[in-house]
């Protein structure tokens, strides 16, 4: 699948005539007042996040919620702001507007020589509202500000709202930036152009079920030399349940404004075991981590091949008439790692004296079971050191049996390949590599 770092593209039409009232700030010699900006937006393509979800699909668009528009001069100072489907800015515009290309701003000058876009940016502290060109705020304000991990998910798993930033350079048709005689086909007058790329501030992570296999060892035939293996051992899942799905080792918080997590230290639980519960520190604290875990608590079944198989969605009633995923919207950066909490499991083992006995090694609850999936390999068995933004990371199947399970969380023991899937969002397919 194709590498898509572009999630919109904005082009921004500066369209001249003689002057305006709305200006910027200063009546700086060589100015030149322009009489509208015309906004127009173009969908590339996106993805969503957080449990249970639909999966996003590769090259599926991105939606514009909201957006602020600033227009600064080369310093940063802030000298328009255009507020899109909210009411900030001394302009304001439906997103219809936006997207239809009708979006007139008034008041340009050649002053304002640079635009930022930050689009979807809803944060639940210091957004971003008034109009910041009063009194000549700098866009560095903006750009500082924090989105959290509960900023970026919703609780329908979507990406309708996953924050977007965006910045580019006004090219003025005149060299000296004066007006411009004569009128564009669409009977405007065109004084420049500033071309915006929008790019997602998230990456995603999505997972679509968790399948247990059996375990099978196997030694040579010392009786029969040359002939396949023969199996010595098998022991196979019977019955789990699954306590809860618990994202580990990410970043909780990041300015706006920065190319990657600086903002805050990654969450690392460790290996307590206590750590892994929704009511844990992590998992119960809003704007940390009560986004970043879910707990299933519904039944496993079996497949047409007599596999056990929890399947995200399974929840609803009956099989999901489309696949679903638990999804988790994340800060770009290192990988995260998934923990598996069963608080049941059930096996048969053929090296037992009784090889049809049933095992409960959950001792009926009172032991908790872990699977740790980390280390990640994309679909070319290349280690995946970095989630990056406008990407989608995939894992299809988290596949386990007895040997991969250890009585505590983080075990250093265990790898998980992830075959990653990217997306326009780019999807990238990740597997579970084992030792």
């Known amino acids: 699948m194709k590498m898509m770092r572009t999630i919109l593209a904005v082009a921004l039409v500066l369209s001249l005539a003689a ?28 993805t969503a996040l957080r449990s249970v979800a639909d999966p996003v699909a590769d090259q599926e668009p991105m939606k514009l919620v909201t957006a602020d528009i600033f227009f600064t001069d080369g310093d940063g100072v802030i000298l328009k702001h255009v507020g899109v489907g909210n009411d900030n800015g001394s302009v304001q515009f439906s997103v219809k507007n936006v997207e239809d290309g009708n979006a007139v701003v008034r008041g340009m000058t050649n002053l304002m020589v640079k635009c930022y876009i930050v689009a979807n940016f809803e ?34 798993g979507s990406v309708t ?40 501030l998230a990456t995603r992570l999505q997972i679509g079920k968790i399948t247990a296999e059996d375990f099978i060892l196997t030694e040579d035939d010392d009786d029969n030399p040359g002939t396949p293996e023969i199996v010595v051992r098998t022991v196979s899942v019977k019955e789990f349940e699954v306590e809860g799905i618990y994202i580990n080792h990410f970043y909780p918080a ?24 929704a009511t844990g520190a992590t998992y119960s604290t809003p704007g940390l981590g009560d986004m970043m875990h879910d707990n299933p608590a519904y039944a496993v079944a079996t497949d047409d091949a007599g596999t056990l198989t929890l399947l995200a969605g399974a929840e609803l009633a009956g099989p999901p008439a489309t696949p679903k995923v638990w999804a988790y919207n994340l800060m770009p950066g290192v990988p995260p790692h998934v923990i598996i909490r069963f608080s049941k499991l059930v096996i048969t083992d053929s090296s037992n004296s009784n090889p049809t006995e049933e095992i409960d090694m959950s001792e009926d609850g009172s032991k908790p079971l872990f699977i740790s999936a980390k280390g990640f390999l994309d679909s070319n068995n290349e280690r995946v050191n970095a989630f990056a933004v406008n990407n989608v990371y995939t894992l299809d199947n988290i596949a386990f049996n007895w040997s991969d399970l250890a009585e505590v969380p983080e075990d250093e023991s265990l790898n998980v390949q992830v075959n990653v899937t990217m997306m326009k969002w780019k999807d990238n397919p990740i597997t579970w590599e084992k030792n």
């Open 161 to 200: 709202k996953l924050p977007l930033l965006g910045e580019g350079s006004v090219t003025f048709v005149n060299p000296d930036k004066s007006p411009v005689n004569g009128t564009s086909p669409d009977g405007q007058q065109y004084g420049g152009v500033v071309n915006v790329t929008l790019n997602s």
């Open 254 to 277: 990041e300015p706006i404004g920065t190319a990657g997590p600086a903002s805050a230290s990654l969450v690392d639980n460790g290996q307590d075991e206590a750590n892994y519960l």
């Open 123 to 156: 944060p639940a502290t210091a957004p971003i509202d008034g109009d910041m060109a009063v009194g000549g705020a700098n866009i560095s304000t903006v750009l500082a500000k924090t989105m959290t991990v509960d900023d970026i998910n919703v609780t329908d």
């Open 19 to 46: 002057c305006s009232d709305e200006s910027g700030r200063g009546t700086n010699e060589g100015r030149h007042d322009v009489e509208a900006v015309k906004v127009a937006v173009s969908y590339p393509q996106s």
